[in-house]
């Protein structure tokens, strides 16, 4: 498995920015960011599987990259809006995946703690 290690939430005010940060053990063939706001299930809001995805409601806003010389994944996101707080996790995948099912949490098996997201209007 793979350890993952997220940073970087907080609280920020609509329409601000905010970059979060995780620190990985090992490569993986997919690294993703997901969110759980309380009440609702587990999303997929970004992914790096050879290519990039994105939630249709982040697509624009939130960016995701990987520095593999740093073994760090980071999400950018910008002009944020009260509907993304959340809790924010890492997640890894070791083995190939089908394409379309990157941003399915049920697809990844390592994951991080969390970081806790909260924006204010």
């Known amino acids: 498995q793979v350890r993952l290690v997220e940073s970087g939430g907080g609280s920020v005010q609509a329409g601000g920015s905010r970059r979060l940060s995780c620190v990985y053990t090992?490569?993986?063939?997919?690294m993703g960011w997901f969110r759980q706001a309380p009440g609702k299930d587990r999303e997929g809001v970004a992914a790096?599987?050879?290519?990039?995805y994105y939630a249709d409601s982040v697509e624009g806003r939130f960016t995701i990259s990987q520095d593999n010389a740093k073994n760090t994944l980071y999400l950018q996101m910008n002009s944020l809006k009260p509907e993304d707080t959340a809790m924010y996790y890492c997640?890894?995948?070791?083995?190939?995946?089908?394409?379309?099912?990157?941003?399915?949490?049920?697809?990844?098996?390592?994951w991080g703690q969390g970081t806790q997201v909260t924006v204010s209007s």
């Open positions: 997640a890894a995948r070791k083995d190939v995946l089908v394409l379309g099912s990157a941003l399915n949490p049920s697809k990844y098996d390592s």
């Open positions: 090992s490569t993986a063939y997919c």
């Open positions: 790096i599987c050879r290519r990039t």
